[in-house]
């Protein structure tokens, strides 16, 4: 073998080896490639289901709220329609009709309502059954704030008072 031979093969021989090396290289870059892109796909999945979910949500809320628009809008109509009628009530209401009438008082009804009050402030355990007898109702005037407070004579110092 001649020595152009030799080198001729040497340099075929490096430039394999180079061949290899950068072919080794490749691989790896192409490996790490292939794997982002399946986890890239396997991220688009998940976006394409949430995407699907948020559509899906949103449907809902459209049917939600136009069954709240319509609902709505029916509480408004017969809020309006009462409203109406109210105010036509009200005007054609004679003058007499609008004053509060005062309720008439049954005087029995009125005695036996002051026993069960004059039981009550006399402490008795129960109050009287109707129909039975009791003691005959006196009607007093009404006391004052002041009878009350001064209804006893004022303490004297060293008489239990405050000194």
Known sequence: MSLVA??????????????????????????????????????????????????????????????????????????????????????????QAREVPQPQIDPAQERKLGALLAAAREGRGTPMRPGAVSEPLVLRPPRSVEDELFDEPPLRLGQGGRG
């Open 6 to 95: 030799l080198t001729m093969n040497l340099l075929l021989a490096g430039l394999l080896a180079a061949a290899l090396a950068l072919g080794w290289r490749l691989n790896r870059r192409l490996k790490g490639l292939r794997d982002s892109h399946d986890s890239f796909a396997v991220a688009v999945r998940e976006l394409n289901a949430a995407a699907q979910r948020a559509e899906q949500g949103l449907a809902d809320l459209r049917a939600a709220t136009d069954e709240a628009v319509d609902t709505l809008a029916d509480r408004i109509e017969k809020g309006r329609t009462l409203a109406a009628k109210l105010e036509r009530l009200i005007t054609q209401a004679p003058a």
